[in-house]
């Protein structure tokens, strides 16, 4: 049997010995985001805390139903599943009742919301729990000039006001919060994102890998349009590995460019599979947060062309200055013709002994834990 948290935390100070019970609100579960999620909550689980997920469940195939198969066996409060709709709708309102019978029911002191819709459902549930937020880009890639960004913005700053602490994965992200809808009220702190050990194995490419590999969604925002436009008027090859809304879209572009026999489209696999495809992992975004696929990449020891958004610069550190610029195809174009011509192995060394040292799993884990018991504190002293 689970206990329950009762008035523990009644004490002017909280027992850092003793177990959290901690719920994970979220949407859909691919992607960073639910990476994230899983990570964190393992680890947490292995600290020993009673740890449960909600997430959406209208996006499933037998990928994503092995994921929650795996997450069950770690996760004493449950895995529960509910339809959350992408956009603001009616089925909210049943999402939301569903993640506060949830809560009450497991006694969940800590309600912990990622991405803006599951943001959004951890701090409007009836339920008398620590409200986290983490956005994760979320509704920070709005303009605040545009009509859906003035709607979500608006939103975020009600949210705001239920919101026990923030936690940004990144510097950039907090400082978008900060210019977009203001400075947090509640505690905020930074933890950013990290890998496993298992990760940190080394990948070498295969005997026919492309020259350079992108791995991601394929929506523009990502850039492969850029990647596309990179490659025209030269002989580099590349594999495209992963699918999204503007697949077919890149498809015909690349088959205009006179690409088609250059560019591979070889659909989703998991990142360390299609890291062997390429010799260089590019990652021509036009907009990121703290994204997971430079980390892996990184610690799979491959060199990475990245561009200069987001809180990338914060993950390659003293070689920042080696990112360029989103949008620019010659640019990127060079980079990759730089980093074929001459590999840059003591950079792709260094930075990846910056990831062993600082971005892992275990040092995230334990900056999620150390803010969790700040907030409380804040909380039972009434400071917040």
């Known amino acids: 049997m689970i206990p329950k948290g009762g008035d523990r935390f009644s004490e002017k100070i909280m027992p850092e010995d003793m177990p959290l019970r901690i719920l994970h609100v979220l949407r859909a579960p691919v992607g960073g985001l639910f990476r994230h999620v899983?990570?964190?909550?393992?680890?947490?689980?292995?600290?020993?805390?009673?740890?449960?997920?909600?997430?959406d469940s209208t996006h499933t195939n037998d990928a994503v139903e092995a994921r929650f198969g795996e997450l069950a066996d770690v996760c004493k409060l449950g895995v529960f599943r509910v339809p959350m709709g992408r956009h603001i709708g009616l089925a909210d309102k049943n999402a939301i009742r569903h993640v506060t019978a949830r809560a009450i029911e497991s006694h969940a002191e800590i309600l912990h919301g990622h991405g803006a819709k599951?943001?959004?459902?951890?701090?409007?549930?009836?339920?008398?729990a620590l409200r986290v937020y983490t956005p994760h880009g979320g509704s920070l890639h709005y303009s605040r000039f545009s009509p859906a960004g003035m709607m979500y913005l608006r939103l975020e700053r009600m949210l705001a006001k239920r919101t026990g602490l923030f936690l940004f994965e990144s510097e950039y992200s907090l400082e978008t919060f900060r210019r977009k809808i203001g400075q947090p009220r509640a505690l905020a702190r930074v933890v950013h994102n990290g890998v496993t050990p298992q990760e940190l194995e080394l990948t070498p490419p295969d005997r026919d890998a492309s020259d350079v590999v992108f791995v991601g969604e394929l929506r523009r925002l990502k850039g492969v349009d850029v990647l596309i436009?990179?490659?025209?008027?030269?002989?580099?090859?590349?594999?495209v590995a992963g699918d999204g809304p503007d697949a077919e879209a890149f498809r015909a572009l690349a088959a205009k460019r006179g690409l088609a026999s250059q560019?591979?489209?070889?659909?989703?696999?998991?990142?360390?599979?299609?890291?062997?495809?390429?010799?260089?992992?590019?990652?021509?975004?036009r907009a990121e947060s703290f994204p997971y696929i430079v980390l892996e990449a990184m610690a799979a020891g491959m060199p990475v062309i990245a561009t200069k958004v987001g809180g990338i610069p914060e993950i390659f550190g003293s070689?920042?200055?080696q990112l360029i610029p989103p949008g620019n195809a010659p640019a990127l174009a060079g980079a990759i013709d730089d980093a074929l011509k001459k590999p840059p192995r003591e950079r792709t060394a260094r930075l990846r002994d910056r990831v062993a040292l600082t971005f892992t799993v275990s040092a995230m884990a334990d900056g999620v834990l150390k803010a969790y018991a700040e907030a409380l504190s804040k909380r039972v002293s009434g400071n917040c």
């Open 38 to 55: 899983a990570d964190l909550a393992r680890a947490q689980a292995g600290r020993g805390h009673f740890v449960g997920v909600i997430a």
């Open 319 to 321: 070689d920042a200055d």
């Open 263 to 285: 560019i591979r489209f070889v659909g989703g696999m998991p990142a360390r599979a299609a890291f062997r495809r390429g010799h260089v992992l590019v990652v021509p975004s």
């Open 118 to 128: 599951g943001g959004a459902y951890a701090r409007l549930a009836k339920a008398d």
């Open 229 to 239: 436009e990179a490659l025209a008027n030269t002989a580099r090859t590349a594999t």
